[in-house]
Structures are given as structure tokens and as C-alpha cells.
Nanobody, 127 residues
């Protein structure tokens, strides 16, 4: 079982930046990908980015490509998501998740591809 703990959320003005972190522990041999999702109130959970645990290959949703950047630090067992040029519509709870999806867009973006989830960290962007 893999455990994940997301942190780094907060209140930021539009145009600002935040860096989210996801601490990964447990049986990391059971997964090869960490992904970031977000969920705004009354909205479905939205895929943002995925990164290979080993090798660092990345994939981004079109909606955030060029503004959000994923990275990993295997020595510290963490995955980060840098959020830049934030907009009010980026306000949501942000989650990290781990699994072994097929590296195709459909499977990467599916919540059911990830059996392990962190508790979420709230990002609020004021306009």
C-alpha cells in the first residue's frame, strides 16, 4: 500500500504562484506513476499532470500545460507541482494519487487508474 500526503495549498492572488508537495511512503514498488488532480466545488475531479516515479517522464492536461510543472525528488520521496500564473478558476482542492496507469491520455486522466490517494490540499486564488 502506498500512502500520500499533499501539502502546500493556501490563499494566493491571481497571477501568483504556489508549489504543492506530495510526500510518498509505503510500498512504492506497487506504483510507477504519481498524478495530480483537482476538484472544485460541485465539479468532477480533473486530471492535471502525471509523472513517472522512475525516469521522470511527464504528461500534462491541455488546460494547464505551460502553467503547471511537475517534478519529483526520489531521494526525498516527494513529487511537487508548481502552479504559475494562477487564475480564480484554479481554486480547488488539489490531490496527488499513485498507481500504474497505461501511459496513454485516457488512462492517465482516469481517477480509477490510481488506487492510492492523498487527502488533498486547498488552493484559493483571489481575483
Amino acid at each position: 500500500q502506498v500512502q500520500l500526503q499533499a501539502s502546500g495549498g493556501g490563499l494566493v492572488q491571481a497571477g501568483g504562484s504556489l508549489r504543492l508537495s506530495c510526500a510518498v511512503s509505503g510500498r512504492t514498488s506497487n506504483m510507477d506513476t504519481v498524478a495530480w488532480f483537482r476538484q472544485a466545488p460541485a465539479e468532477a475531479r480533473e486530471f492535471l499532470a502525471a509523472i513517472k516515479w522512475n525516469g521522470g517522464i511527464k504528461y500534462y492536461a491541455d488546460s494547464v500545460r505551460g502553467r503547471f510543472f511537475a517534478s519529483r525528488d526520489n531521494a526525498k520521496n516527494t513529487v511537487s507541482l508548481q502552479l504559475n500564473s494562477l487564475k480564480s478558476e484554479d481554486t480547488a482542492a488539489y490531490y496527488c494519487a499513485a498507481g500504474t496507469p497505461v501511459w496513454l491520455q485516457a488512462d492517465l486522466s482516469r481517477t480509477t487508474s490510481y488506487p492510492s490517494w492523498g487527502q488533498g490540499t486547498l488552493v484559493t486564488v483571489s481575483s
